[in-house]
């Protein structure tokens, strides 16, 4: 509800005015809010990042970054969360791990089938190498201990986003 004593900041010179007082003209508000609809329309995807496997120096293991809250939240249901027992952070881990990973690699080249499609956790070829009945155990085997599967993991989430920090700005030292 507006009322006469309505004010608004007017950013281009630090000053309080009345919400209806027009723009100053020079000012080019269309430009800026045309760039920031350009720059919202833009899809926010983060670069693949790779991970060598310790104690396996030949081979790495490249992933996928871009998770959702969505896809998080199920994984830590999938593995406990809010049950009796708990989470399970290495059937956690397995999760984040299995369902990113786009590729291993052997001596810095990317392995693939037969077919020539690239191996991944849940791929027959990898599971039969690791004489995994799961994907999970597959990982298990490929990492060979629980912290190392733990820490991949939390170095997908990190790059995913989950660990950023936001850097707060003093709002009055903005041009």
Partial sequence: MATDNDYT???????????????????????????LTKELEKEIVRPEIEIDVPERESIALRFTPNISQARLREWRRNSGEGSKRGIDSVKFACYVIGDTCTGIYMNKQLVKNSNGVALNFASKDIMDMTEADTPFEAIKRMFGLDPHIESAAFTILEHAGYGDEVDAEDPTSRP
Avoid: F, H, R
């Fill in 9 to 35: 900041v007017d950013l281009t010179d630090s000053g309080v005015m009345p919400k209806d007082t027009p723009i100053d003209e020079d000012v080019e508000a269309g430009t800026i809010l045309q760039q």
